[in-house]
């Protein structure tokens, strides 16, 4: 949706509120449906259950790949840009990619998919990646990606609770300097996964792998076999709207992670939606998304929503920092990107390189840039504004999460007036609303408190797959008739929001959610540890580190080895995205006489602020503090 002022937002945003079944349903005419609704809307958020477009049916791949086909089907559907800067890059055309599209989903029905499957897909980013989940969605499967830093056990983990029958996979995957043995990790999974018959394995790397008899088939192999069958076209399976597109795991601040579920005409509608109205995408436009696909912003920001759009998205296999911290700025010139969408982290670490990564690189095509995933600080927001966007480009600070699939509070590009540190005002369509302690909806501007969503959107989350229970208590039970999205937020005397961070034990690392709790559960698993307590603390680079606090009795015989052993189980048990930065033993941690770890008492002593501990005499020994205080790292 183009909106040309900031007067005609307001306008639309209004009107959004006044009447959203019309609003949405005028979004979604914009799409392709085999069949329109008979029910925009149903919904009630006590169960909850909510419907959206009740009774259409459609196909995603449909709206990303064959409508385009015959107005923009040369179009360069994918940029795809390597590791190595001296392999060559890709480019997909839309017809190119519809038709390899179809080529994989015919090899997904030969090796026995079918509609309602789940298939767990882990990947390195390549444009293969793209393909099978969008082959996926042809057929009606349900794609479940697992980020390629995740360890066996929590894919292990994944594939069962999704009970998937099918992994997409490669032999291994280029990060930077690293090769990250993919293949090897799945088989390493897949001991604990007996529901899974078949394992499809990319050539990459060409890392030696085992090709298990009777369960392990190339992909290459495969493809030949369906082009020797002839079986060029698959056509897409029609689905209903509210049918599961794709499960992703997120972390939250009990248990293990949750599959968030997300569906077929909803999240297809809101990714289109939001990615052409936050970005005021144009069609001669080179769009850049610097995430992983393992992560929602892949989902919805590479995949989904750019080419529902007819957009063309850049697809990044590497890091930003190798071979040197100029690989963003080289990609920028080199393709003439006009759209950049990273995260604060990466910005922050580019920016501690200084300019010399800079030099050189003209960076004159970029016109519109973005951030997300945590908040950004004002010095990284200059940075980003003055040495990228040379001061003429807009910046989209973009509030959301994997629960929404789209962006919620964020500015309009060109649109919405900026304000550093601010994801500013609320997309047309999305209500939020401050409460207070009590659910109390705080009213009027100058005010702070915890975050809530009191009207459905099409993109938000149905389900935490097979546990709805657990949707409920997590998302709706916290505020009666809200969405509760976990973060703390302040609304200025503009009416603009901040997102303050977090409010529960959801720690938010280099723009990864991670569970304190699940980190203390892995640090458990060492032998030697009693138990753990985890909280974040501010970090220059990652936004936030791990802190970790570990009662481990044996740790004096060496403690430097002690450290690296927990860090091991940790990368073993979740992956190295969740290894703790700083590990300090203790004999004994600060709990209350009902056994409560008082967690605020060591959040002040990570964070080096021991000055005011605030009130401690509920605490069942006081003199513990006083230990981990001088112990302090
Ligand atoms: O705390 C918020 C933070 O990231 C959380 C959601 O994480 P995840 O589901 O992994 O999705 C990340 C990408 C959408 C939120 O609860 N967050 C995300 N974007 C921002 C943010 N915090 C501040 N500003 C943002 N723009």
């Not at 996979?169 to 090769?179: E, I, S, V, Y």
Request: proline share 5%; charged share 25%; aromatic share 10%.
């Amino acid at each position: 949706m183009k909106i040309t002022s900031f007067d005609e937002y307001k306008q639309i945003y209004q009107y959004s509120v006044n009447n959203p079944e019309q609003f949405w349903a005028g979004i979604a005419e914009t799409f392709q449906w085999r069949k329109k609704w008979n029910k925009v809307l149903e919904w009630n958020f006590t169960e909850p259950r909510v419907r959206w477009f009740d009774g259409a049916k459609l196909n995603i791949t449909e709206n990303c790949l064959d409508r385009h086909l015959d107005t923009i089907g040369d179009k360069p559907a994918i940029i795809w840009e390597p590791n190595d800067p001296s392999e060559d890059f890709r480019v997909l055309t839309y017809k190119q990619l519809h038709s390899k599209v179809c080529q994989f989903a015919n090899v997904l029905k030969n090796n026995g998919a079918k509609k309602g499957d789940r298939i767990c897909v882990y990947m390195p980013m390549v444009p293969e990646l793209a393909i099978a989940i969008l082959a996926c969605a042809r057929i009606g499967a349900i794609h479940s990606v697992v980020f390629g830093g995740f360890s066996a056990q929590s894919i292990a983990d994944r594939i069962q609770d999704a009970d998937c029958n099918i992994v997409i996979t490669a032999d291994g995957g280029f990060r930077g300097a690293k090769d990250i043995p993919l293949k090897s990790i799945i088989d390493d999974a897949l001991v604990q996964c007996p529901s899974v018959k078949r394992v499809i394995v990319l050539t990459r790397t060409r890392t030696p792998v085992a090709m298990i008899k009777g369960r392990d088939v190339w992909w290459e192999d495969e493809v030949k076999k369906v082009e020797t069958q002839g079986n060029i076209d698959c056509p897409a399976e029609e689905m209903e709207a509210e049918d599961m597109l794709f499960i992703l795991y997120t972390s939250g601040s009990t248990g293990k992670p949750k599959g968030v579920v997300h569906t077929c005409g909803g999240y297809m509608v809101y990714a289109g939606y939001t990615f052409d109205t936050t970005f005021q995408y144009q069609p001669d436009e080179v769009y850049f998304c610097t995430a992983d696909i393992g992560w929602i912003t892949g989902h919805s920001y590479i995949v989904y929503g750019p080419l529902s759009q007819g957009a063309t998205s850049l697809m990044f296999e590497g890091v930003p920092t190798w071979p040197d911290a100029g690989r963003f700025w080289d990609i920028t010139d080199k393709h003439k990107v006009n759209i950049l969408y990273t995260a604060p982290t990466a910005i922050r670490s580019l920016m501690s390189f200084g300019d010399e990564p800079l030099k050189g690189k003209d960076l004159s095509s970029l016109k519109k840039l973005g951030s997300v995933g945590e908040p950004i600080n004002e010095e990284a927001w200059h940075w980003f504004d003055e040495k990228i966007g040379h001061g003429k480009c807009p910046i989209v600070d973009t509030w959301w999460q994997t629960e929404n699939g789209g962006h919620m509070i964020t500015p309009i590009a060109g649109i919405t007036p900026l304000k550093p540190g601010y994801a500013s005002l609320p997309l047309p369509g999305v209500q939020p609303v401050l409460v207070d302690e009590k659910g109390n909806e705080i009213e009027g501007n100058s005010v702070s408190g915890n975050l809530c969503i009191k009207f459905p959107w099409p993109g938000m989350l149905r389900t935490t797959y097979g546990d709805h229970e657990r949707c409920r208590q997590t998302y709706f039970a916290t505020y009666p008739n809200m969405y509760f999205t976990g973060d703390g937020c302040l609304r200025d005397e503009d009416g603009y929001y901040r997102i303050t961070g977090r409010v529960d034990d959801v720690l938010n690392v280099s723009g990864h959610r991670i569970g304190t709790a699940e980190v203390e559960n892995a640090i458990n698993m060492h032998s030697s540890v009693v138990e753990s307590a985890v909280v974040g603390y501010p970090h220059d680079i990652k936004g936030q580190g791990v802190y970790a606090f570990v009662v481990s009795p044996n740790h004096q015989d060496d403690q430097e080895l002690a450290r690296k052993d927990i860090i091991m189980t940790v990368a073993r048990i979740i992956g190295a995205i969740a290894k703790p930065d700083k590990i300090q033993f203790v004999s004994g941690l600060p709990k209350t006489r009902s056994g409560k770890i008082m967690r605020r008492i060591l959040r002040k002593i990570a964070e080096g602020d021991t000055s005011n501990l605030g009130d401690t005499s509920t605490l069942l020994d006081p003199a513990v503090v006083e230990e981990i205080k001088a112990g302090a790292l």
